[in-house]
């Protein structure tokens, strides 16, 4: 552990034995990736990154998209849906509908 003196407040820097370096404040090393991030959230098996200060925006855009695709597909499912229950409710004689 190492001391540094920031803005006269003494902050302890922590050292990471696998990448040989003092590991800047609310750092943390990543399993998967072998490496340090800053302010790291978790480790995205669908991005394949560790989510953290730099990309976190980006993660985002990619949840927000992701959410909206989906809500797309679940909507035009349902429209295709009773379309398709339409037609065969036609097909089998029913009341127009």
């Not at 609310?26 to 072998?34: K, P, V």
């Not at 976190?56 to 855009?61: A, D, K, N, Q, V």
């Amino acid at each position: 552990i190492r001391e540094v003196l920031v803005r006269g407040h003494t902050l302890e820097l922590k050292f990471c034995v696998t990448c040989n370096l003092y590991r800047p404040l609310r750092a943390s090393h990543c399993r998967e990736c072998n490496r340090c991030v800053l302010k790291w959230d978790h480790h995205c098996p669908w991005v394949g990154n560790c989510i953290g200060l730099r990309n976190y925006p980006l993660f985002l855009g990619f949840i927000a998209a992701a959410s909206l695709f989906t809500a797309y597909v679940c909507a035009f499912s349902v429209v295709e849906l009773a379309l398709l229950a339409r037609m065969a409710q036609r097909a089998a004689g029913g009341a127009p509908g």
